[in-house]
């Protein structure tokens, strides 16, 4: 089971089993007063299943799920999940990416990134904070910033 907690000024993710788990907080007082998130049952709104195929632009406030052939620009100051069975091409510019699927292209995350295997992702990561598991296949640059210089851009 994965939990996440994300907002502008903090996050932290809570993975693993049993009691193996690993935080990262830069604020955990405020952590603590937070509702956890689970991204296996979380108020998604908005999911690109398996088989699906949509080429365009997606923005979005609260988080979204894909899981399909998604090709184009994705914008939202929220998260983005994306799935094992996914395959994203072109632009990313969200608050927080956990990506477990394939990818190629442009991320900007304003607070965190998250490659989650099996992922496979070719091009450039930009974000403050960034967390990539054993087995992940990684082909392309990390730009490690600040939360105060990276902005997701959001044109909803």
């Known amino acids: 089971m994965t939990l996440i907690v994300c907002s502008n000024s903090w996050g932290f993710l809570f993975r693993g089993t049993g009691t193996d788990f690993v935080i990262f907080a830069t604020q955990m007082e405020a952590a603590m007063k937070k509702k956890i998130v689970s991204i296996e049952k979380a108020d998604i709104k908005a ?20 899981d399909g052939r998604f090709i184009g620009e994705i914008r939202s100051s929220d998260t983005l999940v994306v799935g094992d069975t996914a395959e994203i091409e072109g632009d990313i510019h969200v608050g927080c990416l956990v990506l477990s699927g394939s990818f190629k292209g442009n991320i900007v995350a304003s607070q965190r990134v998250e490659l989650l295997e099996p992922a496979r992702v070719e091009g450039v990561i930009e974000t403050p904070l960034l967390k990539i598991e054993e087995k992940v296949i990684f082909d392309g640059e990390i730009r490690m910033t600040s939360q105060a210089t990276v902005s997701p851009e959001v044109n909803n």
């Open 47 to 66: 999911f690109l299943g398996p088989g699906s195929q949509f080429e365009g632009k997606l923005s979005f406030d609260e988080m979204v799920r894909l």
